[in-house]
Protein backbone atom coordinates (compact mmCIF):
# COMPACT_ATOMS: atom_id res chain seq x y z
CA UNK A 1 0.00 0.00 0.00
CA UNK A 2 1.46 3.41 -0.95
CA UNK A 3 2.54 5.12 2.00
CA UNK A 4 0.09 8.37 3.69
CA UNK A 5 1.96 11.52 2.23
CA UNK A 6 0.57 14.84 3.48
CA UNK A 7 1.82 16.56 0.32
CA UNK A 8 -0.23 14.16 -2.03
CA UNK A 9 -3.10 14.19 -0.12
CA UNK A 10 -2.98 17.95 -0.03
CA UNK A 11 -2.74 18.18 -4.15
CA UNK A 12 -5.53 15.59 -4.64
CA UNK A 13 -7.74 18.28 -2.67
CA UNK A 14 -6.84 21.24 -3.82
CA UNK A 15 -7.24 20.05 -7.50
CA UNK A 16 -10.91 19.27 -6.79
CA UNK A 17 -12.23 21.55 -4.75
CA UNK A 18 -13.23 25.28 -5.63
CA UNK A 19 -11.57 27.50 -3.01
CA UNK A 20 -13.94 30.13 -3.62
CA UNK A 21 -16.89 28.36 -2.61
CA UNK A 22 -15.46 26.22 -0.11
CA UNK A 23 -12.37 27.88 1.89
CA UNK A 24 -11.13 25.29 3.97
CA UNK A 25 -8.04 23.59 3.08
CA UNK A 26 -7.32 20.80 5.58
CA UNK A 27 -4.32 20.55 7.74
CA UNK A 28 -2.86 17.22 7.48
CA UNK A 29 -1.46 15.35 10.53
CA UNK A 30 0.04 11.80 9.88
CA UNK A 31 0.84 9.66 12.78
CA UNK A 32 2.92 6.24 12.38
CA UNK A 33 0.65 5.12 14.62
CA UNK A 34 -2.32 6.27 17.25
CA UNK A 35 -4.02 4.77 20.31
CA UNK A 36 -7.47 6.73 18.71
CA UNK A 37 -7.04 9.50 16.34
CA UNK A 38 -10.12 11.53 18.17
CA UNK A 39 -8.37 10.76 21.79
CA UNK A 40 -5.15 12.16 20.22
CA UNK A 41 -7.07 15.21 18.67
CA UNK A 42 -9.08 15.94 22.13
CA UNK A 43 -4.91 15.91 23.37
CA UNK A 44 -3.72 18.19 21.14
CA UNK A 45 -6.53 20.46 21.40
CA UNK A 46 -5.81 20.53 25.54
CA UNK A 47 -2.35 21.81 24.65
CA UNK A 48 -3.80 24.75 22.19
CA UNK A 49 -6.26 25.71 19.16
CA UNK A 50 -6.97 23.58 15.80
CA UNK A 51 -7.84 25.17 12.56
CA UNK A 52 -10.31 24.66 11.24
CA UNK A 53 -10.35 21.38 8.68
CA UNK A 54 -7.31 19.75 10.80
CA UNK A 55 -7.65 16.00 9.74
CA UNK A 56 -5.29 13.49 12.27
CA UNK A 57 -4.84 10.37 10.00
CA UNK A 58 -3.32 7.38 10.91
CA UNK A 59 -2.03 3.55 9.45
CA UNK A 60 -2.51 2.01 12.88
CA UNK A 61 -4.91 2.66 16.32
CA UNK A 62 -3.86 0.64 18.94
CA UNK A 63 -7.18 1.18 20.88
CA UNK A 64 -9.66 2.27 18.21
CA UNK A 65 -12.81 3.65 20.02
CA UNK A 66 -16.16 3.40 18.27
CA UNK A 67 -20.21 4.41 19.47
CA UNK A 68 -20.96 3.48 22.99
CA UNK A 69 -18.05 2.92 24.55
CA UNK A 70 -17.25 0.41 22.10
CA UNK A 71 -13.98 -0.66 20.15
CA UNK A 72 -13.10 -0.68 16.66
CA UNK A 73 -10.27 -2.79 15.24
CA UNK A 74 -7.97 -1.26 13.53
CA UNK A 75 -5.36 -3.87 12.41
CA UNK A 76 -1.88 -2.03 10.98
CA UNK A 77 -1.61 -1.20 7.16
CA UNK A 78 -5.41 -2.89 6.73
CA UNK A 79 -7.20 0.31 6.30
CA UNK A 80 -7.73 3.78 6.75
CA UNK A 81 -8.44 5.75 10.45
CA UNK A 82 -8.80 9.38 10.86
CA UNK A 83 -10.57 12.45 12.18
CA UNK A 84 -11.62 15.71 11.31
CA UNK A 85 -12.11 18.73 13.18
CA UNK A 86 -14.95 21.55 12.37
CA UNK A 87 -16.96 24.32 13.66
CA UNK A 88 -20.00 23.50 12.96
CA UNK A 89 -21.87 27.32 11.40
CA UNK A 90 -25.36 26.84 12.73
CA UNK A 91 -23.69 26.28 16.26
CA UNK A 92 -27.04 23.94 16.57
CA UNK A 93 -24.99 20.95 17.36
CA UNK A 94 -27.51 18.36 15.49
CA UNK A 95 -25.16 15.59 16.03
CA UNK A 96 -27.52 13.06 14.28
CA UNK A 97 -27.04 16.17 11.10
CA UNK A 98 -23.50 15.87 11.73
CA UNK A 99 -22.95 12.50 11.71
CA UNK A 100 -25.56 11.93 8.50
CA UNK A 101 -22.76 14.34 6.49
CA UNK A 102 -19.99 12.16 7.62
CA UNK A 103 -21.67 8.90 6.04
CA UNK A 104 -22.68 10.38 3.41
CA UNK A 105 -19.03 12.45 2.47
CA UNK A 106 -17.38 7.98 2.75
CA UNK A 107 -20.39 7.27 0.47
CA UNK A 108 -19.93 9.90 -2.20
CA UNK A 109 -16.25 9.12 -2.31
CA UNK A 110 -16.30 5.23 -2.45
CA UNK A 111 -18.72 5.48 -5.29
CA UNK A 112 -16.84 8.88 -7.48
CA UNK A 113 -13.29 6.42 -6.98
CA UNK A 114 -14.20 2.73 -7.49
CA UNK A 115 -18.11 2.30 -8.30
CA UNK A 116 -19.05 0.36 -5.36
CA UNK A 117 -22.34 1.48 -3.65
CA UNK A 118 -22.64 1.31 0.53
CA UNK A 119 -25.66 1.40 2.43
CA UNK A 120 -25.88 3.28 5.70
CA UNK A 121 -26.86 1.66 9.01
CA UNK A 122 -29.02 4.32 10.72
CA UNK A 123 -27.01 6.62 12.16
CA UNK A 124 -23.43 5.90 11.27
CA UNK A 125 -22.42 2.72 10.10
CA UNK A 126 -21.69 1.88 6.43
CA UNK A 127 -22.24 -1.64 5.05
CA UNK A 128 -21.38 -3.71 2.12
CA UNK A 129 -22.72 -6.92 1.40
CA UNK A 130 -23.98 -7.22 4.81
CA UNK A 131 -21.21 -6.54 6.59
CA UNK A 132 -20.02 -3.69 8.33
CA UNK A 133 -17.05 -2.11 6.43
CA UNK A 134 -16.69 1.83 8.06
CA UNK A 135 -17.86 3.22 11.56
CA UNK A 136 -17.99 6.73 12.30
CA UNK A 137 -17.80 8.53 16.01
CA UNK A 138 -18.41 12.09 16.50
CA UNK A 139 -17.16 13.91 19.99
CA UNK A 140 -17.55 17.88 20.77
CA UNK A 141 -17.30 20.15 22.85
CA UNK A 142 -20.04 22.39 23.86
CA UNK A 143 -19.95 26.35 24.08
CA UNK A 144 -19.88 27.22 27.46
CA UNK A 145 -22.18 30.35 27.02
CA UNK A 146 -24.94 28.08 25.29
CA UNK A 147 -24.17 25.14 28.13
CA UNK A 148 -27.33 24.03 30.03
CA UNK A 149 -27.10 22.43 33.17
CA UNK A 150 -29.36 19.54 32.05
CA UNK A 151 -27.42 17.17 29.91
CA UNK A 152 -29.95 15.17 27.49
CA UNK A 153 -29.56 11.88 27.11
CA UNK A 154 -28.65 11.61 23.67
CA UNK A 155 -25.25 12.75 24.86
CA UNK A 156 -23.05 10.77 26.78
CA UNK A 157 -20.68 12.70 29.25
CA UNK A 158 -16.88 11.52 29.77
CA UNK A 159 -15.27 11.06 32.29
CA UNK A 160 -17.40 13.62 34.45
CA UNK A 161 -20.07 13.45 37.04
CA UNK A 162 -21.03 17.48 36.49
CA UNK A 163 -21.87 19.32 33.98
CA UNK A 164 -18.48 21.00 33.09
CA UNK A 165 -18.53 22.91 29.78
CA UNK A 166 -15.10 22.36 29.80
CA UNK A 167 -15.71 18.84 29.20
CA UNK A 168 -15.83 16.82 25.96
CA UNK A 169 -19.06 14.68 24.71
CA UNK A 170 -19.61 12.18 22.66
CA UNK A 171 -22.34 13.42 20.20
CA UNK A 172 -24.03 9.35 20.66
CA UNK A 173 -26.84 9.94 17.82
CA UNK A 174 -28.76 13.25 18.33
CA UNK A 175 -29.26 16.51 19.57
CA UNK A 176 -32.34 16.92 21.28
CA UNK A 177 -34.45 20.04 21.66
CA UNK A 178 -32.84 22.54 24.04
CA UNK A 179 -29.62 21.27 23.59
CA UNK A 180 -25.88 22.70 24.12
CA UNK A 181 -24.63 24.47 20.97
CA UNK A 182 -21.36 23.04 19.76
CA UNK A 183 -18.12 24.87 19.80
CA UNK A 184 -16.25 22.09 17.54
CA UNK A 185 -16.72 18.94 16.26
CA UNK A 186 -14.42 15.99 16.28
CA UNK A 187 -15.20 13.48 13.71
CA UNK A 188 -14.01 10.04 14.00
CA UNK A 189 -13.85 8.12 10.68
CA UNK A 190 -12.36 4.11 10.32
CA UNK A 191 -12.43 2.28 6.78
CA UNK A 192 -11.49 -1.12 6.58
CA UNK A 193 -9.98 -1.34 2.78
CA UNK A 194 -8.97 -5.03 2.54
CA UNK A 195 -9.35 -8.26 5.03
CA UNK A 196 -6.18 -8.99 7.09
CA UNK A 197 -4.21 -11.85 6.02
CA UNK A 198 -5.21 -13.67 9.23
CA UNK A 199 -9.16 -12.55 9.37
CA UNK A 200 -10.95 -10.78 11.84
CA UNK A 201 -10.98 -11.91 15.58
CA UNK A 202 -13.48 -14.35 15.98
CA UNK A 203 -16.16 -12.07 17.87
CA UNK A 204 -16.30 -9.82 14.41
CA UNK A 205 -15.57 -12.65 11.92
CA UNK A 206 -19.57 -12.62 10.89
CA UNK A 207 -19.73 -8.40 11.82
CA UNK A 208 -16.77 -6.78 10.05
CA UNK A 209 -16.27 -6.62 6.06
CA UNK A 210 -13.94 -5.04 4.05
CA UNK A 211 -14.14 -3.02 1.10
CA UNK A 212 -12.36 -4.81 -0.91
CA UNK A 213 -12.33 -8.16 0.43
CA UNK A 214 -9.39 -10.69 1.21
CA UNK A 215 -6.27 -9.24 0.82
CA UNK A 216 -4.66 -9.00 -2.63
CA UNK A 217 -1.23 -8.55 -2.77
CA UNK A 218 -1.18 -6.68 -6.34
CA UNK A 219 -4.17 -4.84 -5.61
CA UNK A 220 -2.89 -4.10 -2.08
CA UNK A 221 0.40 -3.39 -3.35
CA UNK A 222 -0.61 -0.52 -5.35
CA UNK A 223 -3.48 0.95 -3.29
CA UNK A 224 -3.36 4.80 -2.75
CA UNK A 225 -5.43 5.38 0.18
CA UNK A 226 -4.11 9.49 0.48
CA UNK A 227 -6.82 9.61 -2.84
CA UNK A 228 -9.53 8.32 -0.68
CA UNK A 229 -8.57 10.36 1.94
CA UNK A 230 -8.75 13.50 -0.02
CA UNK A 231 -11.65 12.73 -2.04
CA UNK A 232 -13.77 12.16 1.69
CA UNK A 233 -12.51 15.28 2.66
CA UNK A 234 -13.78 17.49 -0.65
CA UNK A 235 -17.20 15.43 -0.16
CA UNK A 236 -17.29 16.05 3.74
CA UNK A 237 -16.58 20.02 3.54
CA UNK A 238 -18.49 20.45 0.60
CA UNK A 239 -21.61 18.80 2.46
CA UNK A 240 -21.21 20.66 5.07
CA UNK A 241 -22.34 23.71 2.95
CA UNK A 242 -25.34 22.15 1.76
CA UNK A 243 -28.70 22.56 3.06
CA UNK A 244 -29.90 19.27 2.49
CA UNK A 245 -28.51 16.22 2.05
CA UNK A 246 -30.92 13.58 3.88
CA UNK A 247 -33.18 12.44 0.87
CA UNK A 248 -29.38 11.19 -0.41
CA UNK A 249 -28.75 9.69 3.24
CA UNK A 250 -32.71 8.02 3.18
CA UNK A 251 -32.06 6.73 -0.40
CA UNK A 252 -29.16 4.97 0.85
CA UNK A 253 -30.22 4.06 4.39
CA UNK A 254 -31.01 0.13 5.19
CA UNK A 255 -33.39 0.60 7.87
CA UNK A 256 -36.42 2.53 6.11
CA UNK A 257 -39.24 0.05 6.43
CA UNK A 258 -37.33 -2.67 8.70
CA UNK A 259 -38.92 -4.57 11.51
CA UNK A 260 -36.20 -3.17 14.67
CA UNK A 261 -35.74 -3.56 18.16
CA UNK A 262 -33.96 -1.13 20.80
CA UNK A 263 -34.06 -0.61 24.04
CA UNK A 264 -35.69 2.57 26.29
CA UNK A 265 -35.19 2.46 30.16
CA UNK A 266 -34.27 -1.28 29.97
CA UNK A 267 -37.48 -1.96 28.46
CA UNK A 268 -36.64 -3.86 24.85
CA UNK A 269 -38.90 -2.54 22.16
CA UNK A 270 -40.24 -3.52 18.50
CA UNK A 271 -41.34 -2.13 15.44
CA UNK A 272 -41.62 -0.61 12.14
CA UNK A 273 -38.91 1.94 11.21
CA UNK A 274 -41.79 4.63 9.01
CA UNK A 275 -39.60 7.62 8.34
CA UNK A 276 -36.18 9.54 9.19
CA UNK A 277 -37.36 13.00 10.03
CA UNK A 278 -35.94 15.91 8.78
CA UNK A 279 -33.58 16.48 11.87
CA UNK A 280 -32.36 12.88 11.41
CA UNK A 281 -34.45 10.88 14.25
CA UNK A 282 -35.54 7.47 13.39
CA UNK A 283 -39.40 7.60 13.43
CA UNK A 284 -40.76 4.45 14.52
CA UNK A 285 -44.21 2.56 14.92
CA UNK A 286 -44.40 0.43 17.53
CA UNK A 287 -46.30 -3.10 17.59
CA UNK A 288 -48.88 -1.38 20.06
CA UNK A 289 -49.59 1.36 17.32
CA UNK A 290 -47.69 4.15 19.53
CA UNK A 291 -44.98 6.04 17.50
CA UNK A 292 -41.35 7.31 18.85
CA UNK A 293 -38.76 8.94 17.54
CA UNK A 294 -35.61 7.89 18.48
CA UNK A 295 -32.91 10.14 18.73
CA UNK A 296 -29.70 7.64 20.52
CA UNK A 297 -29.13 4.13 21.18
CA UNK A 298 -28.55 1.48 19.40
CA UNK A 299 -31.20 -0.37 16.80
CA UNK A 300 -30.85 -4.20 15.90
CA UNK A 301 -32.35 -5.81 12.63
CA UNK A 302 -31.84 -8.81 10.17
CA UNK A 303 -30.33 -7.13 7.21
Request: proline share 3%; net charge negative.
Amino acid sequence: MLVLDEKKILQYYIDKVDLESNPIVPSIHILLESVSTNSEMKDFLKQGGLPEGAVFLTDYQTAGRGRQGKSFYSPRGMGLYFSIFTRPKDKQGNAILITTHAAMAVVRAIEELYGISLSIKWVNDLFLQGKKICGILAEGKFCSGAFTAKIDSNFTKENSTSANPDQTFKLETGSAQQSPSLEYCIMGIGINLFTPIEGYPKELENIAGSLFGSYDEEKYKEFDRNILIATILYHYFSICNEAEVLKEYREKNLVLGKAVYFEENGVELQGKVIEISPKGELKVELDSGEEKLIFSGEIHFNL
